[in-house]
């Protein structure tokens, strides 16, 4: 078979598809779909993932080879290289070869839940998505799960109802489970062990983190291609075409997440999805923070490493990252460093990344005993949007004072910030001693004012202290539960 180098490779119903890597390298998924392809049902809407049209499913073999599991993408964000060594379903591909509509397909007809069709595709793909993981979704689930598709036409009370009634079907009939795609799939990996060495070739998908590396240092210009979501962006409203891209979804290494006691090792390659599932029993605020950050489809993508690297000074998972003391991995060659998160940002999207260096892991702690957490987003719109700003806090009461405070926010600096000022005004207080006034001062004093099209300053300032006095205030209620 071709080289991994070279090509691209992926399973579309029941057969390998192998595109060329110079060519195609920088075309998105939608676009390869529908121009060379044919697979006209994806749709284009607003190519920045927010409306979900676009949405297909990609399938990727289990660990133990055994089976697929598939996610949710935004293939109008997703380059092609992600597709390397996966499957993928479009809308066309849930129809049965006797013409029997898939029951999701068939419970929208019979909903009502379609009306000029543009947007159904999506809808179809993202509720078939989610039934073959949750066999009887809620209602919030299936909310959820549509959180990243919107239709002007119908309101969504009968997409839902659809999505209840197709998963009153037989498993059989939902699942998209299919031996010979199964068996395609073990031949990609079996290629992908027997990968080349790294070239100078337009497209390379290591699968070992010393490849990584090694190619990292000798071509430290290439793009690394992860979750796709802010590249995907740069190709679509930049007309950004990387010369050189890598892609870290094979690298083995990258995907695992290691509990070592204190703290949680996530590899740079996590889906934030999988975040998610990690820190919702120890903290819910962040997984809530996390929830809100993106629709499914970006959710089943983006990497919390990912976030991190991209530095905008409205990310959402830095506030809490920099608030847990989050440390990043960072690999150069043979070489590895540590490095606190709060010392990673030079200026807006400003780094200290050395050529040829990249974020391997983030290392996450574990609350000690007595220690507190708390987080919140504020946005426009609920779900999917972009933050105003977001504060969280870390604090613990020793006899009904706090200390070891940590305070951060995003938005209100070029890069997002812990603010020790405010931290000051906190730490060895009781609740009650925290004034309204003082966090005002210390947010002054901290930031420099700048409106932006999300927010003016008044308003993200005032975000700013009541979020921090919310989180006080509700110290206080908890010592008065003791």
Not at 125 to 147: F, Y
Not at 254 to 278: K, P
Not at 395 to 410: I, P, W
Not at 419 to 447: C, H, W, Y
Request: overall charge negative; proline content about 5%.
């Amino acid at each position: 078979m071709t080289s991994i180098n070279n090509s691209v490779r992926f399973v579309l119903d029941g057969a390998i598809i192998e595109a060329d890597a110079a060519q195609h390298a920088s075309a998105t998924v939608l676009d390869y779909l529908r121009e060379h392809l044919r697979r006209s049902g994806t749709k284009e809407g607003c190519a920045e993932g927010d409306c979900g049209a676009c949405v297909v499913l990609v399938g990727e073999l289990s660990v133990d080879g055994t089976a697929i599991s598939y996610a949710p993408v935004n293939s109008c964000l997703q380059l092609l290289p992600t597709l390397d060594g996966r499957s993928v379903k479009t809308v066309e591909s849930l129809q049965r070869a006797n013409g029997q509509l898939h029951p999701v397909q068939q419970a929208m007809a019979e909903s009502h839940g379609t009306q000029c069709g543009f947007c159904t595709p999506g809808i179809v793909m993202s509720v078939t998505g989610l039934l073959q993981t949750v066999a009887k979704p809620t209602r919030d689930e299936i909310k959820d799960a549509l959180s990243g598709n919107l239709c002007r036409c119908t309101g969504y009370k009968p997409i839902i109802d659809a999505a209840v009634k197709a998963s009153e079907a037989a498993p059989e009939q939902i699942r998209l489970q299919d031996a010979t795609e199964l068996a395609l799939l073990q031949q990609l990996r079996q290629a992908h062990a027997e990968d080349a060495k790294p070239q100078a070739q337009p497209f390379f998908a290591p699968t070992t983190l010393e490849a990584l590396a090694d190619y990292l240092a000798q071509h430290p210009q290439a793009t690394l291609l992860a979750g796709s979501t802010e590249i995907g962006l740069q190709v679509n409203k930049q007309f950004a075409r990387p010369q050189q891209i890598v892609y870290l979804g094979n690298v083995s290494a990258l995907r695992q997440v290691e509990d070592q006691g204190a703290s949680w090792r996530i590899g740079a390659q996590v889906c934030l999805n999988d975040v998610l599932t990690l820190v919702a029993d120890d903290y819910p605020d962040f997984a809530e923070v996390l929830r809100r950050f993106g629709s499914p489809p970006i959710r089943s993508t983006a990497t919390l490493a990912g976030n991190i690297a991209n530095g905008s000074p409205i990310g959402d998972s830095m506030p809490c990252l920099l608030a847990l003391g989050a440390t990043l991995e960072l690999r150069c060659a043979n070489s590895t460093r540590m490095l606190d998160l709060e010392q990673f940002y030079t200026g807006q999207k400003k780094n200290a990344l050395q050529s040829g260096e990249f974020i391997a892991a983030v290392h996450l702690p574990k609350l000690a005993d007595g220690q507190v957490f708390r987080a919140h987003k504020v946005s426009k719109r609920f779900d999917q949007d972009i933050s105003a700003t977001c504060c969280a806090m870390r604090y613990q009461l020793q006899d009904g004072r706090f200390a070891g405070v940590r305070l951060a926010y995003n938005g209100l600096a070029p890069s997002p910030c812990r603010a020790p000022k405010l931290e000051a005004v906190i730490n060895g207080r009781t609740p009650d001693e925290v004034s309204a006034a003082e966090l005002d001062q210390a947010v002054a004093q901290s930031f420099t004012a700048r409106d932006g099209l999300r927010a003016s300053w008044t308003y993200r300032a005032l975000l700013a202290r009541n979020l921090a006095l919310q989180f006080v205030e509700e110290a206080t209620a908890q010592e008065a539960v003791k």
